[in-house]
């Protein structure tokens, strides 16, 4: 799972300028003023338009100056153009050499590109600054990317992340294709394709020369400056160490390139959407609404176009257009977002018929399937996207909310699997813009017109802006945090750089993440630990020794069928076979676990009648983000041996054999594997036995099984008045689990396993605490309910808290935090309250008692001034709890406002105390005390030998807070 972490660097993406003055000491060739290939008052042929614009014929065409004007127009109006072909490219220029573009162009009139510096321009040139940026795309291999702005395209290198080259459009490019709209990376990042205002596509070349380095720092040699020097062994800064300390990433230095005008390509019907892939380009048209699909180079018969009508599709609706496309190159699939709202999956027909399938129509183009139909409005899908890891696919509606849906396979079996839920409503997100998952598929982000989000695979919210404080985010200009238009991962998802509305800046947020992402290991489940692109943190505030791991072997031949979607793979042993069985023969014994997708798969082996070995498969639990085998963990972890808790032979009633699973929004357990693979082993069909449920409101990371407790991180979004930037930091959560488990045992009638549990548990401090959770949890329950006697479960709750000392603090801080309607049924299943009240008493527990007088006092059973209340003043009197007077006084002259209740209980009091006093010759007369130290110390230990030897929860709160409202 993925956090973000710190604040964000921001680098601005339009605020370069240069001049010919400084063109001749700076990497300027780097900068082009592009005119792609648009003529300043003629076209080729010397004709030229009304406006000086060049004249272009035909729908689709290339304006290289090679590019022949033959061309052809189906019925329909779609078009077929064979798209000129530019020669391969050469080699990459050093900044010192004139650009690539004028050896090109220069012979043809100034079609094409010229630098900045050079006399097209007037001898000056720049960059223009402060235009909005409207796309941003990277490149497959994550090594470059590139933005976009109306009038120019900066292509940046990701570590160190700096600008490689910027292209700037001339004003004649601009009034004769229009301004940019959208950017298109091949996926060898060799080709650049612009979309424009005006239907046509722009294509740049790319070269790197990968020997070539601009922006080499060099610092002189001088005794006052320190330097540390850094070897890359095998690198290219071997023979000469760098004079600086590089960042992650950024050993290799900055590589020159040199970018080139391609072509233009001009689509009459109207440009609806395009994609890149690695053979062709696919553009959606508008009128008519059809695919044309476009090589980069010609196939063997020459032909470089085809196109299909979507009218003519009979999988898609007649009267649609297509609005949005994408594509995942390890599942070889695409999805289109069409006019009406529907998404489809759509393969091309080359490869169905590659795979064997001779059914297909050779003149179609594409095979697709609806998955997604809108039922309402909200429901209309915007934009889709795959995620190869998981076989799922997103599709993102109208509303904000995310519909994903689970690829079983390639004939259309898409089934929906969950929702992501819009974290606020559709009115504060704005609309959904964007969505990307994370490079390893574990992490989903959405972009909205007012903010973003993230979540776990399956669907646990992680993060999101929308908390953020509009007033100090418009002061401080973070837009980041107010909208985005565009998202992308980069560095192996340790970093995502964000595009925000009508913004020139680049902002980059650092990413961590769980290191289960990288490496499914007991260990890295055990341990809380988070990696970045510059550090790693590991959570160490509990102790676990570290223990080498003992592992086995087993293959998979026929089992499973594609090895990288298998994420985690544990196996468990029956117990006569770790203490008494032969280490070599634990593969015809073990079952296994492993994570495929998002589904645990259990493997029990059996032998077939010839005697072999063979292993019958179950999925147990779908939706899985990740899985613990609490075995493991035994065999990572030992505990003490101080320790007799969750020994080998303290096993039954334990929760060493539990299994965990966690299912995107709640975390669930199986308290004994055992369980699972007995009901696994007997009947297929046979459902398994029930999990515990435990809901958590944070992505948990670890079980603690020692500690009782689930730890988890949340972010937390800092705004700070005193600080003119917002940061992210983590802030660790927990979750007692003691609590439901032994409700489960209770509600299954298990006593027996609860106690052994609790047991188990009770020297923790926070024991009691856990107690009083669960009878909370019952008890709340029951009172709504109103179950039948035998059907109850707080009988069997009370029976297991009498098995502990706290037993009479928990049942009374309990009344303390409950309405009072709810004492009847709590008390239905108790003793009297007098004789509760009687038992604190001979235990010491003065506060435990005053909450049982309360008790008494609210069920009307005894008088305002009664001889409990003298008592237990007279009690607290001679063990100097002045505290406890002060309280009891204070109830007792609420109990009317004539104060004669206090006056009556005061006389009997002095009685009392004087009788004692005459008895013991201790106290001779009632006076006002003077002051002391915590007297209540004294009296610790008091009372019956089997009184609680520390002062209990209750005798640390105040008695006044037992009143009831």
């Not at 020997?211 to 020097?229: A, C, G, L, M, W």
């Not at 947020?509 to 990288?518: H, W």
């Amino acid at each position: 799972m993925y956090w973000p972490i710190g604040t964000p660097r921001i680098y601005a993406a339009t605020t370069i300028t240069t001049s010919q003055a400084s063109a001749e000491s700076t990497p300027a060739s780097n900068f082009f003023l592009s005119h792609d290939g648009a003529s300043i008052g003629s076209d080729t042929n010397g004709r030229t338009g009304d406006d000086g614009v060049p004249a272009h014929d035909g729908s689709l065409q290339g304006l290289d100056t090679a590019a022949p004007k033959g061309q052809e127009q189906d019925e329909k109006g779609a078009t077929n153009l064979d798209v000129p072909f530019t020669p391969g490219l050469k080699t990459p220029l050093t900044p010192a050499v004139n650009s690539v573009e004028h050896d090109q162009f220069q012979l043809h009139d100034g079609h094409g590109s010229s630098n900045l510096g050079d006399a097209t321009t007037g001898g000056a040139g720049a960059v223009p600054s402060g235009e909005t940026i409207l796309a941003l795309r990277v490149s497959r291999t994550g090594h470059i990317f590139a933005v976009i702005t109306p009038t120019t395209m900066s292509i940046w290198q990701t570590k160190p992340t700096v600008v490689q080259a910027v292209v700037v459009r001339s004003k004649a490019s601009i009034k004769s294709y229009g301004t940019n709209v959208a950017l298109l990376i091949r996926p060898d990042s060799v080709i650049f394709v612009l979309q424009t205002s005006l239907g046509y596509l722009i294509t740049y070349s790319l070269a790197t020369d990968t020997e070539s380095r601009v922006y080499k720092p060099h610092f002189s040699d001088h005794t006052n400056i320190q330097r540390r020097r850094q070897s890359h062994f095998g690198g290219p800064g071997n023979s000469a160490p760098d004079q600086i300390l590089l960042g992650p990433g950024e050993g290799l230095g900055v590589r020159d390139v040199s970018v080139r005008f391609r072509r233009v390509i001009k689509v009459d019907a109207g440009i609806e959407c395009a994609l890149a892939l690695d053979d062709e380009l696919v553009v959606a048209t508008q009128k008519p609404a059809a695919i044309q699909c476009i090589r980069w180079t010609p196939d063997s018969s020459g032909s470089q176009t085809s196109t299909e009508l979507v009218s003519r599709m009979g999988w898609l609706d007649k009267k649609v257009s297509i609005k949005g496309m994408t594509n995942d190159r390890p599942m070889n699939l695409s999805t289109w977002v069409t006019s009406d709202g529907k998404a489809y999956a759509v393969q091309r027909t080359s490869t169905i018929r590659a795979n064997g399938n001779t059914d297909i129509d050779p003149k179609k183009l594409y095979k697709g399937y609806c998955f997604h139909s809108p039922v309402a409005e909200t429901d209309r899908a915007v934009t889709a996207v795959i995620n190869a890891r998981f076989s799922l696919i997103a599709v993102g509606c109208a509303d904000g909310t995310i519909h994903v849906y689970s690829v079983k396979d390639y004939a259309g079996n898409i089934p929906p699997s969950h929702i992501h839920k819009n974290p606020v409503t559709p009115a504060s997100s704005g609309p959904l813009t964007t969505l990307s998952y994370s490079p390893d598929g574990y992490c989903l982000f959405a972009g909205y017109g007012n903010g973003w989000a993230t979540w776990s695979v399956f669907g646990k919210s992680a993060s999101q802006s929308f908390s953020a404080n509009p007033t100090l985010t418009a002061v401080n200009n973070e837009t980041w945090l107010a909208g985005i238009i565009d998202a992308s991962w980069l560095g192996g998802a340790c970093e995502i750089l964000l595009v925000s509305r009508q913004s020139a800046a680049i902002w980059s947020l650092e990413m961590a993440r769980s290191a289960v992402t990288g490496c499914y290991s007991p260990p890295n489940l055990f341990r809380t630990v988070l990696q970045s692109s510059t550090s790693v943190m590991v959570y160490r505030g509990y102790e676990l020794p570290d223990l080498t791991i003992q592992v086995g072997q087993i293959a998979f031949h026929g089992i499973v069928r594609s090895p990288a979607r298998v994420r985690g793979l544990s196996w468990i042993l029956p117990e006569s076979q770790l203490l008494d069985g032969d280490p070599s023969r634990d593969v015809a014994f073990a079952s296994v676990l492993f994570l495929v997708d998002g589904k645990l798969v259990l493997l029990q082996p059996s032998l077939n009648p010839e005697g072999q070995l063979k292993y019958d498969m179950r999925a147990i639990s779908h939706n899985v983000e990740f899985y613990t085998n609490m075995r493991d963990q035994i065999s990572v972890n030992m505990p003490h041996q101080s320790s007799n808790h969750f020994s080998v032979e303290a096993e039954e009633g334990s929760l060493r054999n539990s299994l965990w699973v966690f299912e995107g929004s709640e975390l669930r357990l199986w308290p004994d594997v055992q369980d699972v693979l007995h009901a696994a082993s007997d009947d297929s069909t046979k459902e398994l036995p029930p999990t515990v449920s435990i809901p958590v409101d944070f992505y948990p990371l670890s079980i603690l099984l020692g500690k009782g407790i689930v730890l988890g991180v949340e972010p937390d979004l800092v705004q700070r008045r005193d600080v003119n930037f917002s940061y992210f930091r983590f802030s660790i959560r927990t979750h007692l689990f003691v609590a439901e488990i032994l409700q489960f045992y209770l509600k299954a009638n298990n006593t027996s396993a609860a106690l052994k549990l609790a047991q188990q548990y009770r020297d923790l401090e926070y024991f009691a605490h856990g107690l009083e959770i669960l009878l909370h949890h019952v008890l709340d329950e029951e009172v709504e309910s109103a179950p039948r006697p035998e059907d109850a479960v707080l009988p069997r709750v009370l029976w297991l808290l009498s098995s502990f000392k706290q037993y009479l603090d928990i049942v009374v801080q309990c009344t303390r935090k409950t309405e009072v309607r709810s004492w009847r049924t709590l008390f239905a299943y108790l003793p009297p309250p007098q004789e509760l009240f009687e038992e604190s008493l001979q235990r010491g527990s003065l506060k435990t008692a005053g909450g049982y007088l309360l008790v008494l006092h609210t069920f009307e059973e005894i008088g305002a001034a009664s001889e409990q209340s003298v008592r237990l003043f007279s009690r607290a009197i001679k063990e100097h709890d002045w505290e406890l007077c002060k309280e009891l006084a204070r109830f007792l002259a609420a109990m009317d406002e004539s104060g004669e209740t206090l006056r009556e209980a005061m006389e009997l009091v002095n009685i009392r105390v004087r009788k004692d006093s005459q008895d013991t010759d201790i106290m001779t007369r009632l006076g006002i005390p003077g002051r002391r130290g915590n007297a209540g110390a004294a009296r610790l230990g008091q009372g019956s030998d089997t009184g609680s030897e520390t002062q209990s929860a209750s005798d640390t709160s105040s008695f006044g807070a037992a009143s009831p409202s």
